[in-house]
C-alpha cells in the first residue's frame, strides 16, 4: 500500500486514493421538518425518504460508489436468459477471487441463506457461528434449526481493545461439538466482518483453525464472505503472519480451507448481487436444484446482468489494497473523532462503520425503551443523518413473545465505500457530539406497530413524551438559522 505523509504531521488525515467524477445532489431539511419526518417514519430509519436524508449511513448494502471500470464493464452485458458471456466473465473473476470451480447465483446475500438453510438445516439442528446476522437466524430457524453464538468474549466488550473481536471461541465450539454431536450440525458459519457486533474482524489464524476443527469432525465449514473485503484489510494490517502476503494470497490461503462460502455482492464486489461457490461439487448439487426454484435460471440466479458485469470487475477491485482501505480508514477517523471526544464507540474501529455504544451514551435509559433506536430517531433530528439501530430492535421476540434484549445495544453509522467526502464525515461528528453534549435531553420509544418477522425493516415505534421537540428547541438555541 502506498504510504503518503503530510508535511504538517498535525494535518495527517486519510486521503483517498480515487476521484469524484458524478454526483448527487444533497438535501437537509431544516431541524423542524426532521422532527416531523422522524414522527412519520414511526421513528424507524428505514422508514425515512431518502430524500429526507442528508447523510444516508443506515447501509453500506448496495450503495457503494462503484468504479469507472465497473460502470464501463456494465454496459457490455450479455443480457440472454441461458448461457450468457457475463456469466461466463462472472465465473472466471470468481475463480480468480477464491480460486473456486463452481457458481451459484442468487440475488443477493438473503437468498444464498435461503438456499443453504433450505438443503441443509433440519429441525432440531444447531448451527454455530462466531455471531449471527438478522437474515440468517431468521432462515435458519424458519427450518427449525438454532443458532449458538460462540464469539470470543472481548468481542461483546466495546471497549475491550484487541485486533480480532470477531474470533471464534475454539474451546468453545470443540465444546459445542462434543455436546451436541456433529451430525446435528450441519455447517459452522464463519461471517467474516462481524457486523452486529461493529465490524469486528476475526484473524486469518482464527479462520484457518475453525475450518480445521470442522474437517476433523467431518461438519462443513461456511465462510459468509459478504463483509470480507473490510476483513481482509485488517488481517493485512494487523496480523503479523499476513504482513508480507498480498490481499489475493490471504483471500486464497481461507478459501481453499473453507468448504463452501457465500457472500452478499451489495457489500463485497461493490455491486449488486450475490452467490454461492465451492470446489466440492457433491455440495452444489445438494443446492443446485433452489436456484431455478426460488432465483432464476442458472446462469443469472435473479440477478440483472449489468450488475453481474460490475459484480466481475468489482470482485478483482477487491483485491486491490488501495481499493479496499478507504472504508476502514475514514471509519477509524470517524471513531477516533468521537472517541477522542467521550463518545462511547466500539473500539477498534472495525469495518462496515462507526458504531456508538448506546447503553453507554444513554446509561439511565430502561432498556425497555430501545436506547439504540431512540438514539437513531435522535442523531436523524440532530444533522439529517441516518443511521441503523442494531440493538434489541434488530432482535426477535422469544417463542413466549418476551423481549430478547441484545447483548450490545449499538447505533451504526455506516460507511458505504467512496461515497462520503471527508468534511461531510467531519459533519457528521460535529453533529453527534452536539447531541452527546444534549444527551439528557433524549428520551425513549415504545412500539406502535410490530411486525413478528424481522420487525426492524417496517416496524414503527413512537417518542415516549415530547422530548423530540425539546431537542429541535435546543438545536435552534444553539445552531441559530443553520439548517
Ligand atoms: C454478514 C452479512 N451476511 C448476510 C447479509 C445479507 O445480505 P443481503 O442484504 O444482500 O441480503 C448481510 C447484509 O447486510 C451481512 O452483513
Given at each position: 500500500m502506498s504510504v503518503i505523509n503530510f508535511y504538517q504531521k498535525d494535518h495527517q488525515v486519510p486521503l483517498e486514493m480515487h476521484k469524484v467524477r458524478v454526483v448527487q445532489k444533497l438535501f437537509l431539511p431544516s431541524v423542524e421538518e426532521r422532527v416531523a419526518k422522524i414522527r412519520e417514519a414511526g421513528n424507524n430509519t428505514f422508514l425515512l425518504q431518502n430524500k429526507d436524508v442528508f447523510m444516508d449511513m443506515l447501509t453500506d448494502s448496495g450503495v457503494n460508489a462503484m468504479s469507472d471500470n465497473q460502470v464501463a464493464a456494465s454496459m457490455q452485458a450479455d443480457d440472454s436468459y441461458a448461457g450468457s458471456e457475463t456469466y461466463n466473465r462472472l465465473v472466471k473473476a470468481l475463480k480468480e477471487v477464491f480460486k473456486t470451480e463452481y457458481f451459484l447465483p442468487?440475488?443477493?446475500?438473503?437468498?444464498?441463506?435461503?438456499?443453504?438453510?433450505?438443503?441443509?438445516?433440519?429441525?432440531?439442528?444447531?448451527?454455530?457461528?462466531?455471531?449471527?446476522?438478522?437474515?440468517?437466524?431468521?432462515?435458519?430457524?424458519?427450518?427449525?434449526?438454532?443458532?449458538?453464538?460462540?464469539?470470543?468474549?472481548?468481542?461483546?466488550?466495546?471497549?475491550?481493545?484487541?485486533?480480532f473481536k470477531g474470533n471464534f471461541d475454539i474451546p468453545r465450539l470443540k465444546a459445542l461439538i462434543a455436546e451436541v454431536g456433529a451430525e446435528h450440525?450441519?455447517?459452522?458459519?464463519?461471517?467474516?466482518?462481524?457486523?452486529?457486533?461493529?465490524?469486528?474482524?476475526?484473524?486469518?489464524?482464527?479462520?484457518?483453525?475453525?475450518?480445521?476443527?470442522?474437517?476433523?469432525?467431518?461438519?462443513?465449514?461456511?465462510?459468509?464472505?459478504?463483509?470480507?473485503?473490510?476483513?481482509?484489510?485488517?488481517?493485512?494490517?494487523?496480523?503479523?503472519?499476513?504482513?508480507?502476503?498480498?490481499?489475493?494470497?490471504?483471500?486464497?490461503?481461507?478459501?481453499?480451507?473453507?468448504?463452501l462460502i457465500y457472500f452478499s455482492s451489495r457489500k463485497l464486489g461493490f455491486s449488486r448481487g450475490g452467490g454461492i461457490v465451492s470446489n466440492n461439487n457433491d455440495l452444489i448439487l445438494k443446492m443446485k436444484e433452489f436456484i431455478p426454484l426460488f432465483e432464476g435460471f442458472l446462469t443469472y440466479g435473479g440477478m440483472e446482468v449489468r450488475a453481474m458485469e460490475a459484480m466481475a470487475v468489482g470482485l478483482l477491485e477487491t483485491m486491490d489494497e488501495e481499493i479496499i482501505n478507504q472504508g476502514p480508514q475514514f471509519i477509524e477517523?470517524?471513531?477516533?473523532?468521537?472517541?477522542?471526544?467521550?463518545?462511547?464507540?466500539?473500539?477498534?474501529?472495525?469495518?462496515?462503520?462507526?458504531?456508538?455504544?448506546?447503553?453507554?451514551?444513554?446509561?439511565?435509559?430502561?432498556?425497555?425503551?430501545?436506547p439504540a433506536g431512540a438514539l437513531a430517531a435522535a442523531l436523524y433530528i440532530a444533522g439529517g443523518i441516518r443511521g441503523m439501530e442494531r440493538g434489541s430492535i434488530s432482535e426477535q421476540r422469544n417463542e413466549d413473545g418476551t423481549e430478547n434484549y441484545a447483548e450490545l445495544e449499538l447505533l451504526r453509522l455506516a460507511c458505504p465505500r467512496r461515497v462520503f467526502t471527508l468534511s461531510q464525515i467531519k459533519y457528521c461528528a460535529d453533529r453527534v457530539k452536539w447531541l452527546y453534549d444534549n444527551r439528557h435531553l433524549i428520551g425513549g420509544l415504545k412500539w406502535k406497530e410490530e411486525p413478528q418477522v424481522l420487525r426492524f425493516f417496517s416496524g414503527k415505534l413512537e417518542a415516549i413524551g415530547d422530548w423530540q421537540y425539546k431537542l429541535a428547541d435546543k438545536f435552534r438555541e444553539d445552531f441559530g438559522e443553520s439548517l
Open positions: 442468487a440475488h443477493q446475500g438473503r437468498a444464498c441463506e435461503n438456499i443453504l438453510a433450505e438443503s441443509f438445516v433440519k429441525p432440531g439442528d444447531v448451527i454455530p457461528m462466531n455471531f449471527h446476522f438478522t437474515t440468517t437466524k431468521a432462515h435458519i430457524t424458519r427450518m427449525g434449526g438454532r443458532v449458538e453464538e460462540l464469539v470470543i468474549k472481548e468481542g461483546l466488550d466495546p471497549d475491550y481493545i484487541y485486533p450440525i450441519p455447517f459452522v458459519r464463519i461471517e467474516a466482518g462481524t457486523n452486529l457486533i461493529g465490524g469486528q474482524p476475526l484473524s486469518m489464524e482464527n479462520m484457518l483453525e475453525v475450518a480445521k476443527v470442522c474437517r476433523e469432525n467431518g461438519i462443513m465449514s461456511v465462510l459468509d464472505a459478504s463483509l470480507l473485503q473490510d476483513n481482509l484489510y485488517f488481517i493485512k494490517t494487523r496480523e503479523e503472519a499476513a504482513k508480507n502476503m498480498t490481499i489475493k494470497e490471504i483471500t486464497h490461503k481461507i478459501a481453499d480451507a473453507i468448504d477517523y470517524l471513531v477516533k473523532e468521537l472517541d477522542d471526544y467521550g463518545v462511547p464507540m466500539v473500539k477498534p474501529a472495525g469495518g462496515l462503520g462507526a458504531h456508538i455504544n448506546a447503553s453507554a451514551f444513554l446509561p439511565d435509559m430502561p432498556h425497555d425503551q430501545y
